[in-house]
């Protein structure tokens, strides 16, 4: 590396000149060690006019609920739930990923602190010829010290960049835990309504039975043409279709449940065969509050302070730094010498280094980093629009979902209230087939969209707690500190 060295080197075998540089260092090295960078840690505001509450809430002030599956009063779903958190492979990836970075933060914090090595060595050398041959032994034993002081706080900055993104790395893990805990309720909401679809499309099947049945009669007796039989018999080998596309689904969501579940996709879970209902809408807490409470706003937040920190590295590096060097031991040509104070020696020295001419690469250094600080503040204004956005949508969305349930409730009860009375008439004689089957394929659509409405409406609740933000709160400074003392 190109720069000027200014190398002071000070040897002495007298303990008082030695004690009084060897104080002058520590005083030193208490000054610098607590060096720290000047970056604001702070994260701009996404937008200016900020509401005090959620324009679409009616339930702003409350605790957030922490374990918001349990809402839904199913055993079985709180069990898998609490599986999922615990044995997805992503979940294990995104604590791989916390521990590397809980390791980068302790790297980058050691290179505060002096490195101590100690050595032990031999060596026998020979030489010269038959008239003049010699050998010679020589023996070592001492210790080593090294040490670059914190002049301007860019070895701090730096530790202070990794301890940021190691509580950045906690955060993506706690939001990784919503994510996969949200994934799993709406997967096992969708096996439910796979199972409730397959099971009303065979109800609808036992019906076309009873009426093929009732044709052929007919049919036999010269009383229906055999038009109205074969068509029948249509109708019913296209229900038995959508009832094999639904066992389908039904199969696929319960491999994919056992996979969030990190267990092997035999297609053998068994779940409840009713949807739940719903709860009141869940406090949502303010939107500043949102900011504060969300884990990928906060990860995202980090990252503008680790940028910052890194900024501040990178305008240290063009000012000096200063490396401290010093070792002591013995020295002699018997092992016997290595404990004999006459042969005890050491040496302090110091290295004063300023870059004058790097190519342009601290300036090119100094740009990049203030590049990503640039970006990680655009990420942020991002992330935060997008919870809010996705708080607002799910609570404003939730009222329609509601009425568009009870509709289609109701459209099905009057259609399957058609069916029965459309079948008697048919049987009676009095209607003809046709009004049996255009009744019961709008019974059908109506009761199927009714399923479908509810495990939307139920979807909407799980994203509305996702982007709410609660729960699987963890504090991982403590372990940081523990570890950083090892």
């Known amino acids: 590396m190109s720069g000027l060295r200014i190398n002071d080197t000070f040897s002495q075998r007298t303990l008082g000149d030695g004690a009084l540089f060897a104080s002058a260092v520590l005083l030193l090295f208490m000054a610098t060690a607590c060096a720290s960078g000047t970056v604001s840690t702070s994260a701009p505001e996404p937008f200016d006019d900020i509401p005090a509450q959620f324009v679409a809430s009616s339930r702003p002030t409350g605790e957030i609920d922490s374990f918001w599956w349990e809402e839904f009063g199913d055993q079985r779903l709180d069990a898998i739930v609490e599986q999922a958190v615990i044995d997805n492979p992503s979940i294990g990836q995104a604590v791989a990923r916390v521990r590397q970075a809980r390791a980068e933060a302790r790297l980058a914090g050691a290179d505060l602190y002096p490195n101590v090595d100690a050595t032990l060595g031999a060596a026998i050398a020979e030489g010269g010829d038959d008239a003049f041959g010699f050998t010679q032994d020589e023996f070592d034993l001492g210790i080593g010290v090294s040490w670059e002081a914190d002049l301007w706080g860019r070895i701090s900055s730096e530790n202070a960049a990794a301890r940021a993104e190691f509580l950045a790395s906690a ?36 019906t076309y039975d009873e009426l093929i049945r009732q044709l052929t009669l007919r049919v036999a007796a010269g009383i229906t043409p055999q038009s109205l039989n074969a068509l029948a018999i249509s109708d019913q080998q296209v229900a038995q279709a959508g009832l094999e596309d639904q066992r389908a689904e039904q199969i696929r969501l319960t491999r994919q449940l056992e996979i969030l579940l990190g267990d092997y996709p035999d297609g053998s879970l068994a779940i409840v065969a009713n949807l739940p209902d719903l709860a009141p809408t869940p406090v949502t807490g303010v939107p500043a509050a949102l900011l504060a409470r969300r884990p990928d706003i906060r990860a995202a937040r980090l990252r503008i302070e680790a940028a910052g920190y890194r900024i501040d590295a990178a305008e240290a590096a063009f000012l000096p730094s200063l490396t401290l060097t010093g070792s002591a031991g013995t020295s002699g040509a018997a092992f016997a010498d290595l404990f004999d104070p006459g042969f005890f020696l050491w040496r302090i020295a110091g290295r004063l280094l300023q870059p004058i001419f790097q190519g342009g690469r601290l300036r090119a250094q100094l740009d990049l980093r203030q590049g990503e600080g640039d970006e990680a503040i655009e ?108």
């Open 171 to 206: 955060a993506n893990l706690q939001a990784a835990r919503q994510f996969i805990a949200a994934e799993t309720v709406r997967t096992y909401f969708a096996l439910i309504e796979a199972q409730a679809q397959a099971e009303l499309s065979r109800r609808v099947l036992e």
């Open 379 to 486: 990420f942020y204004g991002e992330t935060a629009l997008q919870a809010l956005f996705e708080v607002e949508t799910a609570l404003a969305v939730d009222r329609y979902l509601d009425r568009q349930e009870q509709a289609f409730d109701l459209s099905a009860a009057a259609a399957e209230q058609s069916v029965d009375i459309s079948t008697l008439r048919f049987r009676a004689g009095v209607d003809s087939f046709f009004n049996v089957l255009e009744s019961q394929q709008r019974a059908l659509n109506a009761r199927s969209a009714y399923l479908t409405t509810r495990r939307l409406r139920l979807f909407n609740r799980v994203d509305l707690h996702l982007a709410i933000g609660g729960g699987f709160e963890e504090a991982p400074d403590a372990s940081l500190t523990a570890e950083n003392s090892q």
